[in-house]
């Protein structure tokens, strides 16, 4: 359990997508152990996108809302898992005054892809999944609850 950080920040440049994903997969994983938050460097709308794909695995995101690293109350991390170029300047530059760890996932904007709704679905599922996975790695997840 010492591994196991006590709150962790999930950030990407609009709060929108990649974050949202990130804190509720890790909720949904671990809330019960760790708090976790995320944040934006200029907040947008969660997309409906989103929405969508997390509902596929239970996960309810439609009363998510976005917030910036100014809107934080609290900035006790102790980790900050940047998932955007932008978000990682923005965390580096927090963390100058804060003994934080920041990680560096760099992640596909989903919301960039065109085409068919099945086309842009596909798209989010695969963020999503991949945000999964690489929590899985990082996470000890032999502590989540038993459903």
């Not at 910036?68 to 300047?89: G, R």
Request: include cysteine; aromatic fraction near 6%.
């Amino acid at each position: 359990m010492a591994d196991l950080p006590e709150a962790v920040l999930f950030a990407c440049s609009h709060n929108s997508v990649r974050s949202p994903m990130g804190e509720a997969l890790l909720k949904h994983l671990l809330g019960h152990r760790i708090y976790v938050d995320s944040v934006g460097v200029r907040p947008q709308d969660v997309d409906g996108f989103v929405v969508e794909v997390m509902d596929e695995l239970g996960i309810d995101l439609s009363k998510h809302r976005s917030k910036s690293f100014d809107d934080l109350e609290d900035t006790s991390y102790d980790l900050i898992i940047s998932l955007s170029p932008e978000a990682q300047h923005k965390a580096v530059d927090l963390t100058r005054t804060m003994a934080c760890d920041v990680e560096f996932w760099n992640t596909f904007d989903p919301s960039l892809i065109e085409g068919s709704r099945e086309t842009r679905l596909q798209a989010f599922r695969a963020v999503r999944d991949q945000l999964r996975k690489r929590i899985e790695e990082r996470f000890t997840l032999d502590l989540k609850p038993d459903r």
